[in-house]
């Protein structure tokens, strides 16, 4: 997890709630930022559905990070509990 100077902010709505995390594009997975949304969250890993952008529901692979997706500090993701 980002642990050094190269972290950047990542916004991530939940329902009405925006959650903060500070993450290393480079190095942190998006199995990471789940684990860590599911501490904030409580919604276990599993169960959730994270995207970059709502309208064009891109969702993620667990196994990539923010880089692979050329997105950095400032993104906005969006995660909802899957049905």
Do not use: H, W
């Not at 949304?37 to 599993?46: I, M, Q, R, S």
Request: proline share 1%; hydrophobic share 35%.
């Amino acid at each position: 997890m980002a642990d050094d100077g190269d972290t950047v902010r990542v916004t991530v709505r939940y329902g009405k709630e925006d959650i903060e995390l500070s993450v290393n594009p480079q190095t942190d997975t998006f199995a990471e930022i789940k684990a860590m949304l599911e501490e904030k969250t409580g919604v276990a890993v599993k169960d959730q559905d994270l995207n970059f952008n709502k309208l064009q529901a891109m969702e993620v692979m667990d196994d990539k990070n923010l880089a692979y997706y050329r997105f950095s500090g400032g993104c906005f993701m969006n995660l909802e509990k899957k049905k």
